[in-house]
């Protein structure tokens, strides 16, 4: 249902993204120094994010972060905050995550790929958007449904 200046609906089966206009293209950044930080073990295995929807889930948990790496060992740099997250294979099988800053990227993370994993990882086409006034939000299975508020 839509009204003037709000729009709703699903994302179209395939592999939805947007390419960055040149003249909108990031300004260079330094590598990122990687700070010590707070240790856990990471409760999802971090090539999760390596899949395309799976990647594109963790973009709308922490959307202010680029991503590097693939497999056990990801980083996530948050430009706006300056927020870590590092992932790395631990002695046990498992994973650990080190995460320092305001916010706690890799828990964003982990909630989000859970939520998709709790409704049997379902592709993009499963999502939906809805603009309004009041903001933008990407949704899984319908507009009530858990979802992620984007940036405005």
Do not use: N
Request: aromatic share 8%; glycine share 12%.
């Amino acid at each position: 249902m839509t009204g003037p200046g709000e729009a709703t609906g699903r994302f179209l089966p395939g592999y939805t993204s947007f390419m960055i206009a040149r003249p909108h293209d990031r300004p260079p950044r330094p590598t990122p120094a990687l700070l010590p930080g707070e240790e856990r073990p990471s409760h999802i295995g971090p090539a999760k994010l390596d899949d395309w929807t799976g990647g594109w889930i963790a973009q709308l948990a922490a959307p202010s972060a680029e991503r590097m790496g693939a497999g056990a060992e990801q980083i996530l740099w948050d430009v706006a905050t300056g927020s870590q997250a590092r992932t790395a294979s631990d002695a046990d099988g498992g994973w650990t995550v080190v995460q320092r800053g305001p916010v706690r990227l890799w828990d964003r993370v982990e909630r989000a790929v859970q939520r998709r994993q709790s409704a049997d990882e379902p592709h993009q086409d499963r999502f939906g958007i809805t603009v309004s006034a009041a903001g933008q939000r990407v949704w899984l299975g319908t507009e009530d449904g858990p979802g992620w508020d984007l940036p405005i």
